[in-house]
């Protein structure tokens, strides 16, 4: 699985209704409204790399009041939750 995280500009008076549309598309698993140069981020995750370019400047690029984005391609996946998992396999509780 290929994950991204996707900095996005968009018109701030809509970034409510942009973000539900976004959050609404195909490979696209989180959006998140937040400060800073950027108004919404969002987690795109695909199984294969060609799938980026449908989702990121297939649909999102497209939604309306989307400005601009940036996009960041996930080497490796560090969790708490997924370190936790990993120790806690086999002990009994």
């Not at 609404?24 to 987690?43: F, R």
């Not at 999102?60 to 560090?78: D, L, N, Q, W």
Request: aromatic residues 4%; charged residues 25%.
């Amino acid at each position: 699985m290929i994950t991204s995280i996707v900095l996005i500009k968009t018109d701030v008076d809509r970034i409510p209704e942009i973000a539900e549309r976004i959050a609404a598309l195909e490979g696209v698993s989180e959006v998140y409204s937040v400060t800073g140069a950027h108004d919404l981020i969002a987690m795109v995750r695909v199984p294969h790399h060609d799938g980026l370019a449908e989702v990121i400047p297939g649909r999102i690029s497209k939604v309306p009041g989307v400005v601009s984005t940036e996009t960041h391609i996930a080497f490796r996946a560090y969790s708490r939750h997924d370190l936790e998992a990993a120790f806690a396999i086999g002990l009994d509780s």
